[in-house]
């Protein structure tokens, strides 16, 4: 079956400007969750959605959102970009909220200029 | 709160040598514990996990155990490939926060023919 599918692989923004990530999880995989990959910070969670609802958040500042929809892909979103958002966004699935094994995506790369 | 510390790499082995990762761990609960691997380019893959204290997870040759009393999860592999060459990362899930993995901060294994 198809894995996690996060789309676009690679971005370039200018700093200021918004960007809307997606990841389609694995069929019938109900729970997203997003994370940040820098090489200063390493793998860092943004969030988790399970049900179309958000069960968890790290600590980023209210900028970095997201949502999930009833197929459950999901979406996160960074507003007024700054040059430090630039990273790997990766997203994993799993199969329900709490379940120990998850499916990553290959990320987005996301660059800000 | 939960955190992960892994040794410091990047670790360079020759090929048919012995592996060894070292992670310790603090939790306030009772985590589960994994190992994920990311070779260039790509995404985390789970290489093995562990949910309670003395199980032993394994999976390709890689092998790694979990102690309570040490609150440790290294990773062994008695016999490397240059295919391993990617950077390992060590992880916890905690009920108690959220069931979110919290990273180590990675090792880049290098393998030489």
């Known amino acids: 079956k198809a894995g996690v599918t996060q789309t676009p692989r690679y971005l370039i923004k200018t700093r200021g400007q918004q960007v809307t990530l997606s990841c389609s999880p694995i069929?019938?995989?109900?729970?997203v969750s997003w994370y940040q990959q820098t090489p200063g910070q390493g793998l860092q969670f943004l969030f988790e959605?399970?049900?179309?609802?958000?069960?968890n958040k790290g600590n980023f500042p209210g900028r970095f959102s997201g949502r999930q929809f009833s197929n459950s892909r999901s979406e996160m979103n960074v507003s007024t970009l700054e040059l430090g958002d630039s990273a790997l966004y990766l997203c994993?699935?799993?199969?329900?909220?709490?379940?120990?094994?998850?499916?990553f995506g290959q990320g987005t790369r996301l660059t800000v200029v | 709160g939960d955190s992960v510390t892994q040794m410091e790499g990047p670790v360079t082995l020759s090929e048919e040598a012995f592996l060894t990762i070292n992670c310790t761990y603090t939790?306030?609960?009772?985590?589960?514990l994994f190992w994920y691997v990311q070779y260039p380019g790509e995404g985390l893959q789970l290489l093995l996990k562990?949910?309670?204290?003395?199980d032993k997870g394994s999976n390709k040759g890689f092998e790694a155990t979990y102690r309570k009393e040490t609150t440790s999860f290294h990773l062994e592999k008695g016999s490397v490939q240059v295919s391993d060459s990617a950077v390992y990362f060590c992880?916890?899930?905690?009920?108690?926060?959220?069931?979110?993995?919290?990273f180590g901060t990675g090792t880049r294994l290098a393998v030489r023919p």
């Open positions: 994993a699935s799993s199969l329900w909220t709490g379940d120990t094994e998850a499916f």
């Open positions: 939790a306030t609960g009772y985590p589960s």
């Open positions: 069929s019938g995989h109900r729970s």
């Open positions: 959605y399970f049900s179309e609802t958000q069960r």
């Open positions: 992880a916890l899930s905690d009920e108690s926060s959220g069931d979110k993995l919290t």
């Open positions: 562990a949910t309670k204290a003395d």
